[in-house]
């Protein structure tokens, strides 16, 4: 499995010239890679990608000079190297592991115990040469685009044929096979609804054919279309992201769509009538995808699949956890609680977790759905909420409330399979506040805060954000990520989404499917960064510029001493549970309802 | 800090009805927080309990896509009152209160109070324009719009143009009357269709402590009867639930 694997030195210095700094990557198929376009100059116009026919090899509809195609498999981005065990050769401009070496080192790693000798030792063996610092042509990310697009806010009523509104990063829209518009990220769905009848007669133009349009890329944009039972989605992005990348963004906004209305409905709506305005169902849900297209945006969680958790004392954490699983109610599943917009902790219901457990894109959508909801921090929500990871096509009872009204910063979410539940399960919100108030960790809660990358000790470590696997597999437990605070020189919005914006293209690059990296060493013009990925655990760090390769290995094996040294503090170790069958001390007369019968299982 | 829980219990539910974007969350808001806020979607239902001299008031608000997710009766279930909400520039609001609101309020208390209430009256009217209404304005400003020309020939110059209004107040008191015959209520002694049809502005604040003051008032004997007639001043929680084995949501 790691023999396509390959490991990759990249700088940021670039041939001087017009070379367009954006690479793009090309999949027609998942895991199949089939163009790689280059500079402007080699293959200009726009190339259409499709899924190939149900045997053949993928499709390619070019608008540019066919001559191309050839060239592009073999070509080699100017800006940095690569090492495939395919094509093993070395360029004297830079640094290069052999294929042995890097199989060598993927097998090695495995049986290694302390991941941060092992980094040592093997970017040592690697024998790397000093690159000069890039200062010439930017990295992907920091490339200028034109106009800057209006101020946020009015994003419905924009003007659809101005300059800004075509200057916006990045554009999603949703519409039904029928054509109709349901979304736009920015501008009213009726001004656009030509726009989106031409992307739509373009999916059926090539569906005609038997086959899917899957991407369209120009020098400047990607466009990623996505089928989704009846509906299309399609993104327009000019952010460097990976084709890959995008769809998983789409898949997020299908989610949150399914979220709120189920799948097993939306097919049901459009098998009724084919060109039903969804819009009906969803007015008013606007904000909600707008608030997940903003924090997809910012909020690395979506980029790595994994939670954000909120560092605590494991004694309080335990705390916590031990009054949410006092506070229980028949057919309570879930109870979760989260501070400051990150997981403090979450209780499942026993049988849930065995069975099942939540996903992280799931309980990601739960979060959008409360930042976009905080209108409501006097009341307390009773909602359906469906989690498409864990079933597309069933409700749960989401009940939401805030527990520290005015400043409203810890959330209470449980989730119950019984519509009927709310009074229940309000009062068990009570008894969680009495049991806090009496413990006071509503105070010490309030207290937590994100870290800083200074208190790590390592000199020119700016930020980092590492997911491990090493979850033991019985808990199967949430995927859960660290990261401490982005700080100075990254305070502002603009270096928070540079910074972001780098990061995503490491994980393009170490996650792509054509040509899958371990680790990528990339010296950018502010910055030089690490990732890194192994058999137990994902990392991308940020240095200062100043670092050299000796020192940013020193520094990561620094890193990974002081995360295991505050493992208890940064992760949920060991997820709690409850179980919610029948309480005798209470006058529910329901023996009926018991585990295997508390409605739950009827869901899986 | 948040009240202790013994003083929670609601005496009387209110239901605030009406399709997406008619101003439902922003009239609750403008009531309780004295303010207008363009950033607040609503997801599922939202509770809130109101003080209301020696009583505690609950009040839903709702969606608007209730008879979608079928949560719609649950909100409803033994409510005193429901505040049946439309947008007066929208036609089609006041039509969907009748196709597919009212038959929510099956599970309502038989003496159900019902208000038909007319939002975004700033955008048709300019009497309503000016910012907190003054004490002592009445509903005789509303009243009056009806009849002023609107749209046309209104300050070419002003970015907050005015936009036809689609539903007068008649159309408004028929819906009531109708909504009575439909409960069966005609004969019973309920307010006259003046009392309980409204239009305001959740922007302006214009008509929105009438609307909720005049329905809590209206719901006090019932909360009176209630308690007269010894039922625990609760929601009952075995009440609510139904008796046979809940099927879980799964559609
Ligand atoms: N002009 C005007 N706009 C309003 C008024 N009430 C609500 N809105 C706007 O109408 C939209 C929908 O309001 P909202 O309260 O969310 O409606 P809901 O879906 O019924 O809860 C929002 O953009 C509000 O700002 C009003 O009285 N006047
Ligand atoms: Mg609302």
């Given at each position: 499995m790691f023999y396509s694997r390959g490991v990759c030195w990249s700088s940021g210095c670039e041939k001087q010239g017009d070379v367009s700094p954006v690479e793009n990557h090309i999949h027609c198929d998942e895991g199949q890679p089939q163009t790689e376009e280059g500079s402007e100059a080699a293959c200009p116009g726009i190339s259409i990608v499709t899924d190939g026919f149900a045997d053949s090899a993928p499709g390619d509809v070019s608008g540019g000079p066919a001559s191309?195609?050839?060239?592009?498999?073999?070509?080699?981005?100017?800006?940095?190297?690569?090492?495939?065990?395919?094509?093993?050769?070395?360029?004297?401009?830079?640094?290069?592991?052999?294929?042995?070496?890097?199989?060598d080192s993927a097998s090695g790693e495995e049986s290694q115990e302390d991941s941060g000798e092992f980094v040592a030792a093997m970017l040592a063996r690697s024998r790397l040469e000093e690159q000069g610092l890039g200062v010439?042509?930017?990295?992907?990310?920091?490339?200028?685009?034109?106009?800057?697009?209006?101020?946020?806010?009015?994003?419905?009523?924009?003007?659809?044929?101005?300059?800004?509104?075509?200057?916006?990063?990045?554009?999603?829209?949703?519409?039904?096979?029928?054509?109709?518009?349901?979304?736009?990220?920015?501008?009213?769905?009726?001004?656009?609804?030509?726009?989106?009848?031409?992307?739509?007669?373009?999916?059926?133009?090539?569906?005609?054919?038997?086959?899917?349009?899957?991407?369209?890329?120009?020098?400047?944009?990607?466009?990623?279309?996505?089928?989704?039972?009846?509906?299309?989605?399609?993104?327009?992005?000019?952010?460097g992201q990976s084709e890959q990348q995008l769809r998983h963004e789409l898949r997020y906004v299908y989610n949150q769509i399914v979220s709120m209305l189920t799948q097993a409905s939306i097919a049901r709506i459009f098998q009724h009538k084919k060109n039903y305005d969804l819009r009906r169902l969803l007015a008013g849900s606007e904000k909600i995808l707008d608030g997940l297209l903003d924090l997809l945006d910012c909020d690395p969680s979506f980029l790595l699949s994994a939670v954000h958790c909120m560092p605590l004392a494991s004694s309080l954490r335990d705390a916590l956890s031990h009054v949410l699983q006092k506070a229980i109610t028949p057919n309570l599943v879930f109870s979760i609680l989260i501070a400051q917009g990150q997981l403090v902790t979450i209780v499942q219901e026993r049988t849930v977790i065995e069975d099942a457990r939540l996903e992280p894109a799931d309980l990601h959508l739960l979060l959008n759905l409360?930042?976009?909801?905080?209108?409501?921090?006097?009341?307390?929500?009773?909602?359906?909420?469906?989690?498409?990871?864990?079933?597309?096509?069933?409700?749960?009872?989401?009940?939401?409330?805030?527990?520290?009204?005015?400043?409203?910063?810890?959330?209470?979410?449980?989730?119950?399979?019984?519509?009927?539940?709310?009074?229940?399960?309000?009062?068990?919100?009570?008894?969680?506040?009495?049991?806090?108030?009496?413990?006071?960790?509503?105070?010490?809660?309030?207290?937590?805060?994100?870290?800083?990358?200074?208190?790590?000790?390592?000199?020119?470590?700016?930020?980092?954000?590492?997911?491990?696997?090493?979850?033991?597999?019985?808990?199967?437990?949430?995927?859960?990520?660290?990261?401490?605070?982005?700080?100075?020189?990254?305070?502002?919005?603009?270096?928070?989404?540079?910074?972001?914006?780098?990061?995503?293209?490491?994980?393009?690059?170490?996650?792509?499917?054509?040509?899958?990296?371990?680790?990528i060493y990339h010296v950018a013009e502010r910055e030089t960064l690490l990732a890194w990925v192994t058999s137990k655990f994902e990392l991308y760090t940020c240095f200062s510029p100043l670092v050299t390769k000796a020192s940013s290995i020193n520094a990561i094996t620094k890193l990974l001493r002081w995360i295991k040294k505050e493992e208890e503090r940064l992760f949920i170790r060991y997820p709690p549970k409850y179980s919610t069958t029948p309480n005798p001390s209470r006058t529910r007369k329901a023996p009926e309802h018991d585990a295997t019968d508390n409605g739950f299982l009827s869901l899986l | 800090?948040?009240?202790?829980?013994?003083?929670?219990?609601?005496?009387?539910?209110?239901?605030?009805?009406?399709?997406?974007?008619?101003?439902?969350?922003?009239?609750?808001?403008?009531?309780?927080?004295?303010?207008?806020?363009?950033?607040?979607?609503?997801?599922?239902?939202?509770?809130?309990?109101?003080?209301?001299?020696?009583?505690?008031?609950?009040?839903?608000?709702?969606?608007?896509?209730?008879?979608?997710?079928?949560?719609?009766?649950?909100?409803?279930?033994?409510?005193?009152?429901?505040?049946?909400?439309?947008?007066?520039?929208?036609?089609?609001?006041?039509?969907?209160?009748?196709?597919?609101?009212?038959?929510?309020?099956?599970?309502?208390?038989?003496?159900?109070?019902?208000?038909?209430?007319?939002?975004?009256?700033?955008?048709?009217?300019?009497?309503?324009h000016r910012a907190e209404p003054l004490d002592g304005q009445t509903?005789?400003?509303?009243?009056?719009?009806?009849?002023?020309?609107?749209?046309?020939?209104?300050?070419?110059?002003?970015?907050?143009?005015?936009?036809?209004?689609?539903?007068?107040?008649?159309?408004?008191?028929?819906?009531?009357?109708?909504?009575?015959?439909?409960?069966?209520?005609?004969?019973?002694?309920?307010?006259?269709?003046?009392?309980?049809?409204?239009?305001?502005?959740?922007?302006?604040?214009?008509n929105v402590d009438e609307l909720f003051e005049t329905i809590f008032d209206m719901v006090l004997p019932s909360i009176l009867k209630k308690r007269s007639q010894g039922t625990p001043s609760t929601i009952d929680l075995e009440e609510c639930r139904v008796p046979k084995s809940t099927k879980a949501g799964c559609c």
């Open positions: 191309c195609e050839g060239e592009e498999h073999t070509h080699l981005d100017s800006q940095d190297t690569h090492l495939d065990s395919e094509d093993a050769h070395l360029d004297s401009e830079h640094t290069h592991l052999s294929a042995e070496q890097a199989l010439k042509g930017g990295s992907p990310p920091l490339a200028d685009t034109g106009p800057s697009p209006p101020p946020p806010g009015l994003h419905r009523d924009e003007d659809v044929t101005a300059d800004a509104w075509r200057a916006h990063r990045k554009h999603v829209f949703v519409l039904s096979e029928a054509g109709k518009p349901i979304y736009s990220r920015y501008g009213s769905e009726e001004a656009l609804s030509s726009t989106m009848g031409v992307m739509m007669a373009l999916v059926s133009f090539v569906q005609s054919g038997d086959n899917t349009i899957r991407s369209v890329h120009s020098d400047q944009h990607t466009v990623v279309f996505m089928q989704q039972g009846p509906l299309v989605l399609v993104s327009v992005s000019s952010s409360i930042g976009a909801s905080s209108a409501f921090q006097a009341g307390e929500i009773w909602t359906p909420i469906c989690l498409p990871s864990f079933n597309p096509d069933c409700y749960f009872y989401a009940y939401i409330s805030y527990l520290d009204p005015p400043s409203c910063s810890v959330c209470l979410l449980l989730l119950s399979t019984d519509k009927e539940a709310f009074y229940a399960v309000a009062e068990c919100k009570r008894k969680i506040e009495e049991a806090m108030l009496a413990q006071n960790a509503l105070a010490a809660l309030a207290k937590a805060r994100p870290y800083s990358a200074t208190q790590v000790g390592v000199s020119d470590l700016r930020h980092f954000m590492y997911k491990p696997f090493d979850v033991p597999d019985n808990h199967r437990q949430l995927t859960q990520f660290t990261s401490p605070e982005m700080e100075s020189p990254y305070s502002s919005e603009a270096e928070k989404t540079r910074l972001l914006d780098l990061y995503r293209d490491l994980h393009g690059r170490i996650h792509s499917t054509s040509r899958p990296l371990k680790l | 800090m948040p009240e202790p829980a013994k003083m929670r219990k609601p005496d009387v539910k209110v239901v605030i009805l009406g399709d997406m974007n008619v101003g439902k969350t922003s009239l609750l808001h403008r009531y309780t927080e004295r303010k207008f806020k363009d950033t607040i979607s609503t997801v599922g239902g939202a509770f809130f309990l109101k003080q209301w001299g020696p009583y505690n008031i609950s009040i839903w608000d709702t969606a608007g896509r209730e008879q979608f997710h079928g949560l719609g009766s649950m909100y409803c279930r033994g409510a005193s009152a429901v505040i049946l909400t439309y947008d007066v520039t929208n036609w089609q609001t006041l039509a969907e209160l009748e196709d597919r609101f009212l038959s929510l309020t099956d599970t309502a208390n038989s003496d159900c109070i019902y208000a038909i209430v007319g939002n975004k009256a700033d955008l048709t009217d300019s009497g309503t509903e005789q400003e509303g009243v009056g719009t009806e009849l002023q020309p609107t749209g046309g020939g209104v300050g070419g110059g002003d970015p907050a143009a005015l936009l036809q209004k689609q539903v007068s107040q008649e159309d408004a008191r028929a819906l009531y009357n109708r909504v009575l015959r439909y409960k069966g209520m005609e004969d019973k002694a309920c307010p006259p269709a003046e009392r309980l049809c409204f239009e305001t502005s959740a922007k302006t604040g214009y």
